[in-house]
C-alpha cells in the first residue's frame, strides 16, 4: 500500500543553520505530497505541498521539490530559526479508489536552538 | 474566526464512560475528517464525510460513531472508553478530496485521557 517514510528525529540545530528533513514515499499513480507542521499544543497547518513531478512547493522560507524518480520529497530550509521548532509531518493524498485520503509519515521533531 | 474548531479542547474522563467530541467548519467544505495522534505523534484517519456521506471507514472499534448533521459538522462519539482510546482526536475539512492537492484544514485538537 501507499506509505511515507520521514526521518528519525529529533533533529536539533542551532539558530540560522541549513535545515534537511528527508521524506520519502512509496505510491500508485501520481499523489500529490504535502508538508504539514504542528507547532507545540497546536493543530496541523499547511506548510507547503507540489501536486506533480518537478513541482517546488515553498513557504515562509522552506521549500521542496516533488521528485518522482527518487520518490522523495525532502524538505529544506537554508536558515532556521527559533520559531521553527515544531513537529514536521510529510503526507501524501492516496489516490486509489475514490476517496483521496491523506496518508501521513511519522512525523519529525525539530528543535532550533538559540 | 476559527476555521474548524472542535470541543472540547481537553477531556479526562474514566475508564467506561461514553463521550463525544464536536466540530465545526466555516469553510463551506464539503469533506469532513476524522484524525487520531497516538503518543508517538502518529496520524492516521479514522473516518471521512462527503456532503454528509461516510466515504472512509477505516478499521476503527465499533464503539467509535461520527455523525454528520450537516456538511458543516461531524461529531465523533465514543462508547464505553477504554485506557487505549487515550489521544488527541483532529477534525479537519476540505473543499473534496486531497487527490487533486485540495488542502486540508484542520482544528486545533482534543485531548483525551482515559483514566
Known sequence: ?114 | DTAVSQTPKYLVTQMGNDKSIKCEQNLGHDTMYWYKQDSKKFLKIMFSYNNKELIINETVPNRFSPKSPDKAHLNLHINSLELGDSAVYFCASSQGTPRSGNTIYFGEGSWLTVV
Open chain 1, 1 to 114: 500500500g501507499n506509505s511515507v517514510t520521514q526521518m528519525e528525529g529529533p533533529v536539533t540545530l542551532s539558530e540560522e543553520a541549513f535545515l534537511t528533513i528527508n521524506c520519502t514515499y512509496t505510491a500508485t499513480g501520481y499523489p500529490s505530497l504535502f508538508w504539514y507542521v504542528q507547532y507545540p499544543g497546536e493543530g496541523l497547518q499547511l506548510l507547503l505541498k507540489a501536486t506533480k513531478a518537478d513541482d517546488k512547493g515553498s513557504n515562509k522560507g522552506f521549500e521542496a521539490t516533488y521528485r518522482k524518480e527518487t520518490t522523495s520529497f525532502h524538505l529544506e530550509k537554508g536558515s532556521v530559526q527559533v520559531s521553527d521548532s515544531a513537529v514536521y509531518f510529510c503526507a501524501l493524498s492516496d489516490n486509489s479508489g475514490n476517496t483521496g485520503k491523506l496518508i501521513f509519515g511519522q512525523g519529525t521533531t525539530l528543535q532550533v536552538k538559540p
